[in-house]
């Protein structure tokens, strides 16, 4: 079975300083994974997703993840956080054989003047 | 502009009533789902449906109802059934059913509140 924790359910970082949020999954199959982010009372909104072609992978408004087969982790960064990124963050997972994406409990950043 | 709408945004009911929220989308995606999010607990899946008039439970799936007679429409039933049934309550879709890297597309979001 599929799990993904995410660690640290607040986040608090300064406006330009590096945003860092944690995801580790569990699978028993090579994984696909995504990073959601959320705005207040909104739906979700891909970021970004790992599907195996690069480890390194590149999303929208400047966030990037790494996927570390190892460490089971896919961490996502943004070198300078923006004010406008506070929000809330969701890391999920699903695999290749199409059993469901399974959500993490999510992580709220807030992002400091 | 193509989406998912989700209707309402907001709605109270009072406990032991029926609610029926609404999805519909013009991706012309096949694959629909309905999830229930709580603070703190992430989404957890309700139902889903791969194709027209075909579904399928999620894990949390007791107390609701779903049908999917259109493709475009795929409307979610909380019923008085629903132990606890006040939460923000979220439609996707995609074109690919959970195959792996199929990207969810999601509504808007309807927020029950049972008084």
């Known amino acids: 079975a599929q799990s993904v924790t995410q660690l640290g359910s607040h986040v608090s970082v300064s406006e330009g300083a590096l945003v860092l949020l944690r995801c580790n999954y569990s699978?028993?199959?090579?994984?696909?994974l995504f990073w959601y982010v959320q705005y207040p009372n909104q739906g979700l909104q891909l970021l970004l997703k790992?599907?195996?072609?690069?480890?390194l992978v590149k999303g929208i408004n400047g966030f990037e993840a790494e996927f570390k087969k190892s460490e089971t982790s896919f961490h996502l960064t943004k070198p300078s956080a923006h004010m406008s990124d506070a929000a809330e963050y969701f890391c999920?997972?699903?695999?290749?054989?199409?059993?469901?994406?399974?959500f993490g409990a999510g992580t709220i950043l807030r992002v400091k003047s | 502009d193509g989406g998912i709408t989700q209707s309402p945004k907001y709605l109270f009911r009072k406990e032991g009533q029926n609610v029926t929220l609404s999805c519909e989308q013009n991706?012309?995606?096949?694959?629909m789902y309905w999830y229930r999010q709580d603070p703190g607990q992430g989404l957890r899946l309700i139902y889903y449906?791969?194709?027209?008039?075909?579904?399928q439970k999620g894990d949390i799936a007791e107390g609701y109802s779903v049908s999917r007679e259109k493709k475009e429409s795929f409307p979610l039933t909380v019923t008085s059934a629903q132990k606890n049934p006040t939460a923000f309550y979220l439609c996707?879709?995609?074109?690919?059913?959970?195959?792996?890297?199929?990207?969810?597309?999601f509504g808007e979001g309807s927020r029950l509140t049972v008084l």
């Open positions: 699978s028993s199959v090579p994984p696909y």
């Open positions: 449906s791969q194709i027209v008039n075909d579904f």
């Open positions: 996707a879709s995609s074109t690919l059913a959970f195959r792996g890297a199929g990207e969810l597309f």
């Open positions: 999920a997972v699903s695999d290749q054989y199409g059993n469901k994406l399974v």
């Open positions: 790992y599907t195996s072609a690069a480890t």
């Open positions: 991706l012309n995606h096949d694959a």
